[in-house]
């Protein structure tokens, strides 16, 4: 039982937590609160709904955003309008080439589009996509690649985009992690044919829950709205079915109370995982996964991986700190294809997925949140 002992240690005082989501100042939050029980515009492309899209627009310099209620259903969403931005050259393709080394959402939202995942294996680097194994991957029945920016890590996009022009692939990335991160002189959700955020409440910018696809033309932005808004075209015509997917005035609200301080929360994580690069530099078999090249990295957390001249394996690691009070997570561990639900697909064999399956093995993540104390974090350097 000791992964149960790991996911629901009890919230105690002396309790290092994992995550711990950020909130802007209540004040300026009910400020805008205040907004809503004035117009009483609850949701359905309210006034902070238009205006959350348009600063986010801004921030990540990316015209088209379109907010939906999580990143889950916004992928799923982004897949199912693929026919109408980018016809495949095969109707029946049902493939969609991805990581197994991912949140479940990944694949079930391919999954829940109608499609199969087909997992590739990563890189040990990254722990992203490894684009040739993407490339062996491909099949007359791919109709996509999705890939993942594990931690908020960039995938090789270069490598990754060559191969889907080279394939006429649309290329979609889950950019949950990613809220934030600079690459190549933008935003690294900026890449692909659309890029998925998540705002969730653990994740580096959150709305409680929320998200938002970033994507490449008007014409795809309307498709995603469209098919977020049960496919309504207008008050009597319907083309095609769509479901519920909207951002609430809400949900909003919380947004723009918090977009003014996502720059500071993460320059105070790049602190925190400054302090823990340091600390574990010289201490042999545990390599810290770091985002090196990147223009700026938003420390969404703090995975190391455990290797064999550590003396304890990751799992057992997990257990003395859990024992000292602190909470890790092994993230992401069991790969996606070695769950039941996608054991079954022919590409989850392990045979076809070793650094996956070694990466998942030996990874844990660390406490890290933009105002965790300097002495809970040497307690968690000290174990
Ligand atoms: C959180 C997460 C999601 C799902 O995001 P929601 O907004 O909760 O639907 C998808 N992919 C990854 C990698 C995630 O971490």
């Known amino acids: 039982m000791r992964k149960k002992a790991v996911a629901v240690a009890p919230l105690e005082m002396d309790t290092v937590r994992l995550v711990r989501p950020s909130l802007p100042p209540l004040s300026e939050f009910q400020s805008l609160i205040k907004g809503i029980w004035d117009n009483r515009f609850l949701t359905n492309s309210g006034p902070l709904h238009a205006r959350l899209e348009a600063a986010l627009s801004r921030y990540l310099g990316a015209p088209h955003v379109s ?123 900026t890449f692909g044919d659309f890029s998925v955020l998540s705002f969730h409440a653990t994740k580096v910018f959150n709305t409680f829950e929320g998200g938002a696809v970033i994507c490449p033309n008007a014409a795809s932005k309307a498709a995603i709205d469209k098919f977020c808004n049960h496919g309504i075209e ?36 790049g602190i925190v995982a400054r302090r823990y690069a340091d600390a574990f530099a010289g201490i042999a078999g545990i390599r810290c996964i770091l985002s090196e090249g990147v223009d700026r990295h938003n420390h969404y957390a703090f995975p190391v991986l455990v290797e064999e001249g550590y003396g304890l394996d990751a799992a057992a690691l997990a257990d003395a700190m859990a024992e000292a009070g602190i909470i890790t997570r092994r993230y992401f561990h069991p790969l996606i294809s070695d769950m039941s639900v996608y054991r079954n697909v022919p590409s989850s064999d392990p045979a076809g997925l070793p650094v996956a399956r070694q990466v998942s093995e030996r990874v844990l993540c660390l406490p890290l949140y933009p105002d965790l104390p300097v002495e809970e974090q040497e307690r968690v350097i000290d174990v």
């Not at 197994?100 to 722990?127: H, K, W």
């Not at 095609?240 to 003014?260: I, M, T, V, Y």
Request: hydrophobic share 50%; proline share 6%.
């Open 67 to 189: 907010l939906v209620s999580n990143a889950t259903l916004g992928a799923i969403a982004a897949m199912r309008v693929l026919g109408q931005v980018r016809p495949s050259a095969n109707p029946h393709a049902s493939e969609v080439i991805t990581t197994p080394f991912s949140f479940v959402a990944t694949s079930n939202a391919i999954r829940m589009a109608g499609f199969e995942p087909v997992f590739a294996d990563i890189d040990p680097q990254s722990l992203n996509l490894c684009p040739e194994a993407v490339e062996r991957a491909i099949t007359p029945a791919t109709r996509a690649i999705m890939a993942v920016h594990a931690f908020g890590v960039p995938c090789d996009v270069d490598a990754l985009g060559a191969i889907a022009r080279k394939y006429g692939l649309p290329l979609i990335y889950d950019a949950a992690h990613g809220f934030g991160v600079r690459h190549r002189g933008q935003a690294l959700a």
């Open 234 to 269: 207008d008050a009597e015509e319907i083309a095609f079915a769509g479901f519920n997917g909207k951002l609430s005035e809400l949900h909003a609200a919380a947004g723009l109370a918090q977009l003014p301080y996502v720059d500071e929360d993460i320059a105070a994580r």
